[in-house]
């Protein structure tokens, strides 16, 4: 993403400055996880100046969906019949419980499993 932004405002990757990168940060707060190793890449190889990229807040979460919000999307996976179930009982998990130790068992339920080959 960002270089698709750098793209659209025509500046190279050589031109990437800190005010460029704090500018396109203030815009994608949820930033992919990479992004800080990219700018370590690029620093060192010396296509950028000496970039920084702040450490991710870790702290709770700070924005909720409002409760009406909430209950649609539970409504939403529990009577959608066009959705995988194991996908549903993962979203209505996440959506009831939503804390970080529900996480890998609802990854665990929407892992494709393999299927044994039609004879």
């Known amino acids: ?6 793209s659209a405002r025509s500046t190279a990757i050589t ?11 203030v815009d994608h707060p949820a930033r992919s996880p990479h992004l800080a190793a990219f700018i370590k890449w690029t620093n060192g190889r010396a296509l950028t100046a000496q970039l920084t990229v702040p450490a991710r807040p870790r702290g709770r979460m700070t924005t909720f969906l ?3 919000e909430h209950l649609a999307q539970l ?3 529990l009577t ?8 549903r009982a993962a979203s209505c998990l996440v959506l009831l419980f939503g804390t970080p130790s529900v996480f890998p068992v609802a990854s665990a339920l929407i892992k494709p499993t393999r299927q044994p080959p039609r004879m």
């Open 66 to 68: 409002e409760q009406d």
């Open 80 to 87: 959608t019949s066009g959705i995988p179930t194991n996908v």
């Open 15 to 25: 031109a990437l400055s800190q005010a460029h990168l704090d500018a396109w940060l």
């Open 1 to 6: 993403m960002l270089l698709t932004w750098l």
């Open 75 to 77: 409504r939403h996976f």
